[in-house]
């Protein structure tokens, strides 16, 4: 019978340094071909509303699942439920409130930025204080020596709020300017978290050496920007290829069309995680980190909890 979780029973389970190794666990299986990726999808309603749904499949662990729930318009991941099955039987193993998308999303930022970031990196400037911000900041001190963050908001007064809470959260200096080109110019690394469907700086900014994040729609880094850039990295090019939102343009997709880019050189995380791509050949060189939003990766995670939940004999049997 499956088992049902609540997200009260599994947020104690899972930290950040658990989750940065299940999630280098993962990428390592996905450069060996053992996962299956699937672009996430939205079911639109009206507005800003609608369904979101993630899927994949880890295939050494014999799990496939789906995440999914409202958008970020209506609850975001506040109401996310994962379904986790067994590959082999199709068993439904569990149902679970699955409170750690924002772990997910912190823990592979941070893994990328071990490989791709300068080891000295002090400076980091962000573009988005949404409710991911925080958890994704946490996860980059932990392998960078960040002592500095550059926050542009155009909300001056969300600006100054997330600011205070930061330098009390994160316990180093963080600092809002009025000028997005502040958090831009001098940075040792960018992280960009918008909803912008236009590019929200120029790359004439980006200096050398700068390590630049990506996890907000496709379109906040400009064509120019990936031209710059002497490595591009994605989570997983078919995540990237296929990613259903079409409301902006894809530079990544438009790129390589026109033969600008190439996917063959255009690595996956797994490829970094295992060795068989570098992540930064030079101080010098201006890199890219797109942060492919989730699938196998929030299975991994899914399947570690079901084994751990079974261990501790959490959860209700369900009958269906």
């Known amino acids: 019978m499956p088992l049902l979780l609540s997200r009260d029973e599994l947020k104690p389970l899972l930290d950040l340094n658990k989750a940065i190794e299940l999630l280098e666990s993962v990428h390592r299986q996905q450069a060996n071909g053992q996962v299956v990726p699937h672009a996430p999808y939205h079911i639109p309603l009206d507005g800003r509303n609608g369904l979101r749904v993630v899927a994949g499949a880890v295939l050494g662990s014999r799990r496939v699942g789906v995440r999914l729930g409202p958008n970020s318009g209506i609850g975001g991941g506040d109401k996310m439920y994962a379904l986790l099955f067994d590959s082999d039987s199709g068993e439904l193993l569990s149902f679970m409130g699955f409170p750690f998308g924002t772990l997910r999303t912190a823990a592979v930022v941070a893994i990328a930025a071990k490989h791709m970031a300068r080891e000295d990196s002090q400076r980091l400037g962000l573009f988005g204080v949404g409710r991911n911000a925080f958890g994704i900041l946490k996860a980059l001190l932990t392998v960078?020596?960040?002592?500095?963050?550059?926050?542009?908001?155009?909300?001056?007064?969300?600006?100054?709020?997330?600011?205070?809470?930061?330098?009390?959260?994160?316990?180093?200096?963080?600092?809002?300017?009025?000028?997005?080109?502040?958090?831009?110019?001098?940075?040792?690394?960018?992280?960009?978290?918008?909803?912008?469907?236009?590019?929200?700086?120029?790359?004439?900014?980006?200096?050398?050496?700068?390590?630049?994040?990506?996890?907000?729609?496709?379109?906040?880094?400009?064509?120019?920007?990936?031209?710059?850039?002497?490595?591009?990295?994605?989570?997983?090019?078919?995540?990237?290829?296929?990613?259903?939102?079409?409301?902006?343009?894809?530079?990544?997709?438009?790129?390589?069309?026109?033969?600008?880019?190439?996917?063959?050189?255009?690595?996956?995380?797994?490829?970094?995680?295992?060795?068989?791509?570098?992540?930064?050949?030079?101080?010098?060189?201006?890199?890219?980190?797109?942060?492919?939003?989730?699938?196998?990766?929030?299975?991994?995670?899914?399947?570690?909890?079901?084994?751990?939940?079974?261990?501790?004999?959490?959860?209700?049997?369900?009958?269906?």
Request: net charge negative.
């Open 144 to 320: 960078r020596p960040i002592k500095e963050i550059i926050v542009a908001s155009r909300d001056p007064d969300r600006r100054k709020k997330f600011c205070a809470e930061g330098e009390q959260l994160l316990g180093i200096a963080v600092r809002g300017v009025d000028s997005p080109e502040q958090a831009v110019r001098g940075m040792d690394v960018i992280l960009t978290a918008t909803n912008s469907l236009t590019p929200i700086f120029p790359e004439d900014w980006v200096e050398a050496g700068t390590h630049v994040s990506s996890m907000g729609k496709p379109t906040e880094l400009s064509r120019a920007l990936h031209l710059k850039a002497s490595r591009i990295v994605v989570g997983s090019q078919e995540q990237e290829r296929n990613y259903n939102d079409r409301s902006a343009a894809l530079p990544l997709v438009e790129l390589t069309a026109e033969g600008k880019l190439s996917w063959s050189r255009i690595p996956e995380l797994g490829e970094l995680v295992t060795g068989l791509a570098p992540g930064r050949e030079s101080r010098d060189e201006i890199n890219i980190f797109r942060e492919s939003q989730g699938g196998y990766g929030d299975m991994a995670l899914a399947a570690w909890l079901y084994e751990e939940a079974l261990k501790r004999g959490l959860g209700k049997k369900m009958e269906l």
